[in-house]
């Protein structure tokens, strides 16, 4: 099964999980990483900024139908939705799902709608339960989902939730989410 | 501009006749039939282009006299030799005569002479079925009246009569063809075809040669036009104004035995421009061809083979060239014509080139010149103080040239562009000139009232108008109006420029002559610089495609449509222009609202309108609803009303018919197709 | 046994469906969602499948094809882009640094609001251009594709709820008046007062197949072209760029771009972080 994206979504105390997570991960990673946390609408265009000078990958605020490059992390901007389809990314700005914009759920449903048994999800850190619906349907459609181990977690709610609606093919810790990565998608 | 035009013609005139040949025998009647006729059709073209440089060759003054002795019956026979196989083709009789009393031998240019009797005679065959034609040369009849003054001196003149017994000019035409006399410019002489232009040449190498035309004619019985000349040509002779006298004679009317009304007229043209007596062409370079806007290099070198190759590298980038060989001729050169750059090989045979340059850089009309100098080292600081504008290092070699050619053409290529600014503020003028003249490529040139605008503009062309609205004496409003009036000035880009309040109305009127305005604030003097670069440097700009492609689809008036009244009720602004001139250019009278209240209060108080053309997304009221409002109207119920939309689904299309539209047209709007529709609707 | 296939198989199913449904529309009412773009385009039906009570998109497709109403249920979903009065502050602050001085210099002004769903942006374009003092020589067009959209709009109402956040945007944009001075609350919602519309026109013109019907000296169309695949996205800016007068501005959306755009060499960028786009070629 080979691996063509890896889609990872967090809330409270995400930002900083992406960024040990991302500092783990190799600059030639083979494949594309799309990335959803919850802030606010008018939220920071910095994080892109800080989240890439801690690691080898770069990060970007995805602009409208980016064509996801491997190597490359993007962020969903703040008070969009950030979609996945074979060949690029797009933006929405629908009304918020479950109270977010970016959701969690609207990005792995579009990643596990395109990229099927060679997506990747992870969920990390959160205080909602976005994103369980969205990992399971991963699951559902062949795809390897990942849950942070809820005890290592800012926040378990989000991580809870996940394991609550059986997405989870591995729950590992957050050091532990990098290595197993590679290990699934190849590279470094 | 000859080479450029007889080249391709000719090939194609080749190549026709290759065809209707049919040497490989594969066409069919028709197909030999076909390509007759383009060479037929091509010949006349060329006929006409030969006809046209020779005009536009004599008229710009570039048409050289080279005066010889010259006996009388050397002219009668050429025109005998050269017109009796007509006469036999025609079944005509042809008589040549001249009289004892002609002095031989005359001193003028045989070339031009025969010209102009080649015109004159192969006129006369032209319009002669039966009869003979006669050329006569003798002295003038006692009591002939010339308008110039050398010529009144009989005794010094000879006249060159061509009689014909042909159907003679109905003194309606007779009129015209002194109406085309009269045009100096030829532009109508040009609208009557072959004869008309054919007689204009002859007409101005008769002034050339220091004589004029005179024509009588009596309908039914035939035409004289009679060539005047002085017995010796002088070129300070040469009338300072086109000269023409033309006898109209009507038919005798019956018991009048004396009844020959002889009306005489002669018309003052343009003045002629003063000879310059140029210096021998030796290197076949394009003085003959040179017109107005054309860049002119002059290459000073002795060396006729380096010269010969200066003139093709400048004729390859586009220039026309004068090539010189001494100092005296580059004099004269620059005298004659009006130079753009000069390249200067300072070793001149044994002259000294940078006397040359001194020179020019004296005279008040080379001063400004740029001359390219191919120096030693020695001179390059010499010629650099005189005033050149760039130095080639010797030696001169081929390369050296295309160097220096090269220069100039760049230089050249960077073309100045003129613009015009109308503002009667003394600081604002001054401003907007500072502005606007500060890049190298732009000459600003700038006056406080319409009525100097006027003046500028006709003076010499310009790239760009901008244009206060308040102006003291004449308006901008009817400043404008009058311009573009004018076809010269139809693409004209006009920047109007003002700090008056405007109404919509105003706009409205505005946009059908001004591509843009720019009300007067704080921001407005960068816009003002952008939209003039954008006019300057790229002219197609005044005109979006879009409307120009409206205005090409233009074809002859039509009866349906001429004279119609069309209402037009849309907001697109790039209709007002361009839809705008598109009907009135058919005779069409068109009236204009920009919404649909307004639209219906237009038709309220033009009745007489017979077509509507409705936009669909308007303010106020909308097209839909403009249309149901009209149709409730009892005296439109039936007025054709032509929706036009930029929407393109078929719901919307039955929308306007459901309103009460005759009809629908999508936009943008196909001038054709708008009014092939249109003639179905005004159809009766 | 399972088949293996079977995910790759129904997500390929799914996408068949869409195809029909946005070529059924088309072939009936001739609105064209073919380029849209997928995954949004996706969602929304999908949306609309579960709020019919239907359970696939086939399903979906016969009922707009036999009941006019339900395509006029979905028309509002798949028109209805979510914004939000001055949404973007930074935008509006830099569109009146940069933008109004230029604007001031013409006569009379057209904007055009592409794709103006519920007429947020609109009103807050036409305050912004109101405390500018250009808002008496100015027309605005608001367009959008579906008319009980813009009907909505027409009544310039909006939620009680949202007028926090509105608030607050209008205020960061740099508004110089009080955000209150133009609306008056009336239950649960809040009503914009009418001369704000004075000089809209709304009207209904649809992107994807209607042509240009005007010159225009701005043009907004934020997170408008977001909904719309490269290609569509492309003829659009194509309709944009014929639209814009020559100097003219073009308003994106703050994820939106022009870099793979044709069009690119015919703008320049007025602001390094606000889309706003100035037309030069």
Same mark, same amino acid.
């Given at each position: ?188 | ?116 009797? $080649? ?354 004496? /004449? ?33 409205? $009127? ?69 839809? /705008? ?52 109207? $009892? ?17 919307? $299309? ?31 | ?43 929304? !039906? ?177 997170? !408008? ?54 037309? !030069?070629?």
């Amino acid at each position: 099964m080979p691996c063509g994206i890896i889609a990872i979504g967090g809330s409270w105390g995400g930002v900083r999980a992406t960024g040990v997570l991302l500092r783990a991960l190799p600059a030639d990673l083979p494949v594309p990483i799309v990335i959803a946390l919850h802030r606010g609408e008018e939220g920071s265009t910095a994080l892109a900024a800080t989240l890439t000078t801690k690691s080898a990958i770069a990060v970007v605020e995805a602009t409208d139908k980016d064509v996801p490059i491997p190597g490359r992390a993007y962020l969903a901007p703040p008070g969009y939705h950030l979609l996945v389809e074979r060949g690029g990314l797009s933006l929405s700005t629908d009304e918020p799902e479950r109270f977010s914009r970016p959701s969690i759920d609207v990005l792995f449903d579009s990643v596990a709608v395109s990229y099927g048994d060679e997506a990747v999800g992870v969920i990390l850190t959160g205080a909602s339960d976005d994103g369980a619906a969205g990992l399971a349907r991963i699951r559902s459609r062949g795809g390897v989902t990942v849950v942070q181990e809820p005890a290592t977690a800012e926040r378990r709610t989000m991580p809870d939730a996940a394991l609550a609606a059986s997405a989870a093919h591995r729950v590992v810790a957050l050091e532990e989410i990098a290595p197993f990565l590679l290990k699934v998608c190849g590279g470094g | 501009m000859s080479h450029e035009l007889r080249t391709p013609l000719n090939s194609l005139l080749i190549l026709a006749k290759l065809l209707s040949d049919n040497q490989d025998g594969n066409l069919s009647e028709k197909q030999i039939e076909f390509a007759s006729t383009i060479h037929k059709a091509g010949s006349d073209l060329l006929e006409l282009i030969n006809d046209i440089l020779d005009l536009s060759k004599v008229e710009a003054g570039k048409m050289d006299i080279t005066p010889a002795d010259l006996a009388p019956d050397d002219v009668r026979q050429y025109a005998a030799q050269a017109f009796t196989p007509v006469a036999e083709q025609k079944g005509l009789v042809f008589e040549t005569e001249v009289t004892s009393d002609v002095p031989s031998p005359i001193f003028t240019d045989e070339q031009r002479l025969q010209q102009v009797l $080649r015109n004159l005679l192969s006129n006369a065959f032209k319009f002669t079925e039966k009869g003979k034609v006669t050329l006569r040369i003798g002295r003038p009849a006692e009591g002939t009246r010339f308008v110039h003054d050398v010529l009144q001196d009989a005794e010094h003149v000879v006249a060159f009569s061509v009689t014909d017994t042909g159907i003679g000019v109905p003194e309606d035409k007779l009129r015209l063809i002194f109406e085309a006399f009269q045009q100096a410019d030829g532009t109508t002489a040009r609208r009557y075809g072959g004869t008309g232009l054919g007689l204009s040449i002859s007409r101005e190498i008769a002034r050339l040669l220091g004589g004029e035309i005179h024509a009588e004619s009596v309908l039914g019985e035939g035409s004289t036009f009679t060539l005047y000349l002085p017995t010796t040509y002088r070129p300070e002779q040469s009338p300072g104004m086109a000269t023409t006298v033309v006898e109209s004679r009507p038919e005798p009317a019956k018991g009048k035995a004396t009844g020959k009304a002889r009306t005489r007229t002669s018309a003052k043209g343009k003045p002629a421009p003063v000879p310059v007596p140029l210096p021998e062409d030796e290197l076949g370079d394009d003085r003959a061809t040179i017109k107005p806007g054309d860049r002119v290099l002059l290459v000073v070198e002795a060396d006729t083979s380096l010269a010969g190759h200066a003139v093709a590298a400048a004729r390859t980038r586009g220039l026309k060239v004068l090539a010189a060989t001494s100092r005296e001729s580059a004099h004269r050169l620059a005298q004659a014509f009006k130079l753009d750059a000069v390249v200067l090989d300072t070793e001149l045979g044994a002259e000294d080139g940078l006397i040359l340059l001194d020179s020019l850089k004296r005279h008040p009309a080379t001063r400004l010149v740029p001359v390219h100098v191919i120096a030693d080292a020695k001179q390059r600081q010499a010629a650099l103080l005189s005033g050149a504008a760039g130095v080639v290092d010797k030696p001169v070699t081929e390369e050296t040239l295309d160097l220096a050619v090269g220069r100039v053409a760049d230089l050249l290529a960077r073309e100045v562009k003129r613009l015009l600014v109308v503002e009667d503020d003394d600081r604002e003028r001054g401003a907007i000139v500072e502005l606007l003249g500060a890049g190298a490529d732009v000459e600003v040139s700038a006056v406080a009232t319409a009525e100097a605008a006027l003046e500028e503009l006709q003076a010499q062309p310009h790239d760009c108008l901008v244009l206060d609205l308040k102006l003291p004496g /004449t308006s901008g409003f009817s400043l404008l109006e009058q311009v573009k009036k004018d076809d010269r000035f139809h693409n004209l880009p006009v920047i109007v420029y003002t700090g008056q309040e405007l109404t919509r109305r105003d706009e409205t $009127r505005l946009k059908k002559y001004a591509q843009t305005v720019i009300i007067k604030t704080v921001g407005s003097p960068e816009r003002l610089l952008d939209e003039a670069s954008r006019f300057l440097h790229r002219p197609e700009a005044a005109l979006p495609a879009e409307q120009r492609r409206m205005l090409e689809q233009l074809h002859a008036a039509d009866a349906v449509l001429e004279g119609k009244k069309i209402l037009i009720v849309d907001d697109d602004v790039r209709n007002v222009f361009a839809l /705008t001139s598109a009907l009135e250019n058919h005779g069409m009278d068109v009236v204009f609202a920009e919404n649909g209240r307004d639209g219906i209060e237009v038709l309220t108080q033009n009745a007489d309108v017979e077509l509507v053309l409705m936009d669909i997304m308007m303010p106020e009221m909308d097209g839909y609803e403009a249309i149901q409002a009209v149709r409730k109207m $009892r005296q439109f119920k039936r007025l054709p009303i032509i929706a036009l939309t930029a929407k393109a689904m078929r719901e919307d $299309r039955e929308k306007s018919i459901a309103a009460g539209a005759s009809d629908y047209i999508a936009k943008p709007i196909e001038v054709d197709q708008l009014l092939s529709l249109m003639r179905v609707w005004l159809h009766e | 046994m399972p088949d293996p296939r079977e995910p790759q198989r129904r997500r390929d199913l799914e996408a068949v469906e869409i195809d029909l449904l946005a070529e059924g529309i088309y072939e009936a009412y001739g609105f064209d969602f073919r380029r849209y773009s997928r995954p949004s385009f996706r969602r929304r !039906v999908w949306r609309r499948v579960e709020f019919e009570g239907l359970t696939s998109i086939s399903g979906l497709l016969e009922r707009v094809l036999h009941d006019p109403a339900a395509m006029k249920r979905l028309l509002a979903d798949l028109s209805v882009n979510v914004s939000a009065m001055f949404r973007d502050p930074g935008f509006f602050r830099v569109f009146r640094a940069k933008v109004i001085p230029q604007l001031r210099t013409y006569p009379f002004l057209r904007v055009w609001n592409a794709g103006c769903a519920t007429g947020e942006e609109t009103l807050s374009v036409a305050i912004l251009l109101k405390e500018a003092g250009l808002y008496d020589r100015t027309r605005i067009y608001a367009t959008d594709m579906d008319d009980a959209t813009l009907d909505q709009a027409r009544t310039l109402a909006y939620p009680i709820a949202k007028m926090r956040e509105y608030t607050e945007n209008y205020i960061r944009a740099g508004g110089t008046r009080s955000f209150s001075e133009y609306y008056v609350a009336d239950g649960d919602r809040v009503v914009f007062h009418p001369s704000l519309a004075q000089n809209v026109v709304f009207a209904q013109h649809n992107l994807v197949t209607d042509r240009s019907f005007n010159e225009f000296h701005v043009i907004m169309c934020r997170n !408008v072209m977001i909904y719309f695949d490269r290609d569509l996205q492309e003829h659009v800016h194509k309709l944009l760029y014929e639209s814009l007068t020559p100097f003219g501005v073009l308003g994106l959306g703050s994820r939106e771009t022009l870099e793979l755009s044709g069009h690119r060499e015919g703008y320049e960028q007025l602001d390094e972080t606000a889309r706003l786009y100035r037309k !030069v070629v």
